[in-house]
Nanobody, 124 residues
Framework: QVQLVESGGGLVQAGGSLRLSCAASGSTLNTYTMGWFRQAPGKERDFVGSISWSGRIADYADSVKGRFTISRDNAKNTVYLQMNSLKPEDTAVYYC?????????????????WGQGTQVTVSS
């Protein structure tokens, strides 16, 4: 059983930065794609970005390209989401997840395990 725990959320002013972390336990995740998603109040959960097992390939939603960066430290079983130039519309609960299927499409494939989420609030 995989457990994912996000941290690093909080309240930040527009234009500021936050770095989210996702620590995994229960299994070694260094062979799997990891993803970040977010859900704003009253909206569906949306894909934010993903990173391949090696860390060499990352995909991002258009809304965050150039502002957010995903990285991973496989030795620590941890994935990060660096968020810069934050906007009020980035306000959401952010979730990390792991995709067990090898290959496929990290944007549309099903993710198998999810964290509990961490709140990010960006004030204007």
């Amino acid at each position: 059983q995989v457990q994912l725990v996000e941290s690093g959320g909080g309240l930040v002013q527009a234009g500021g930065s936050l770095r989210l972390s996702c620590a995994a336990s229960g299994s070694t995740l260094n062979t799997y794609t990891m993803g970040w998603f977010r859900q704003a109040p009253g909206k569906e959960r949306d894909f934010v970005g993903s990173i391949s097992w090696s860390g060499r390939i990352a995909d991002y939603a258009d809304s965050v390209k150039g502002r957010f960066t995903i990285s991973r430290d496989n030795a620590k079983n941890t994935v990060y989401l660096q968020m810069n130039s934050l906007k009020p519309e980035d306000t959401a609960v952010y979730y990390c997840a792991v995709k067990l299927r090898i290959g496929g499409n990290p944007i549309t494939d099903k993710y198998d395990y999810w964290g509990q989420g961490t709140q990010v609030t960006v004030s204007s």
